[in-house]
């Protein structure tokens, strides 16, 4: 399987109301690979999260219908099964903000303007730092658990030793939870190359994990493809 941090564009969701930031961050983001959504409004972002996971939210303190504090809480607990990193950009310079900012869940706190290079440095320098760490440590949602380093999955305390391909395939759909893949991304990411039609190969791992991992790891959406299960977290 490829290494996700190039496989995989790391997947942005900004939530700013002021459109000249959300302009100068677009302007900033212009050369690098990371897909970017933007949001003007708390709702549109608590909206945009229930069908898309980014890997990091750059936030906005002052919202037109909540503050980015609430938002931060909200979005914490929405996506705790896979907790993007969630940094705030604002010119709010005050302790007691930054302080609440912090006990709601921010991985760090930026002070509006940054230098367009010095932001992006830092937004990625953070996402490299996520991925590290979960390449090695490997991942946990709910009842499962992936061990990178020994390519066991754990569940409920019993390891289960599963061939790579099967093990790349449920890391997959892990790391991007609420996405649904279709056959041909699958393909693509696992074992590369073009998938046809005729190609039983994901058919008899996606069959293999729910023998081995349990029938509720992966979901069927028909006419789609597959997600991670579990009642889709």
């Given amino acids: 399987m490829k290494n996700r941090s190039t496989a995989v564009p790391k997947h942005l969701l900004v939530v700013d109301p002021n459109q000249q930031d959300q302009k100068n961050i677009a302007h900033a983001f212009r050369n690098t690979d990371f897909p970017i959504h933007f949001a003007a409004s708390a709702i549109e972002a608590l909206d945009y999260i229930q069908n ?6 750059l936030l906005e303190v002052v919202l037109p219908d909540t503050d980015g504090i609430e938002v931060c809480v909200e979005i914490k607990k929405e996506l705790a099964a896979v907790s993007p990193l969630i940094v705030f950009y604002t010119d709010r310079t005050e302790d007691y903000t930054q302080i609440a900012a912090f006990e709601a869940g921010a991985d760090d706190y930026l002070l509006k303007p940054q230098n367009e290079r010095v932001l992006v440095t830092r937004i990625r320098s953070m996402l490299q730092r996520r991925q590290h760490l979960s390449e090695h440590s490997g991942l946990q949602l709910s009842t499962i658990q992936l061990d990178r380093e020994r390519y066991l999955v754990i569940r409920e305390g019993r390891e289960i030793v599963l061939p790579r391909k099967a093990f790349e395939l449920l890391s997959l759909l892990m790391h991007s939870p609420r996405k649904v893949f279709s056959r041909t991304e699958i393909y ?3 074992w590369g190359g073009k998938f046809s039609a005729d190609n039983r190969t994901i058919d008899v791992h996606i069959r293999m994990l729910r023998e ?3 029938e509720d790891c992966i979901k069927t959406i028909k006419g789609v493809g597959y997600a991670f ?3 889709m977290i």
């Fill in 52 to 57: 898309k996971t980014p890997d990091l939210v």
């Fill in 212 to 214: 081995q991992v349990g």
């Fill in 229 to 231: 299960g579990l009642k």
């Fill in 188 to 190: 693509r990411e696992v």
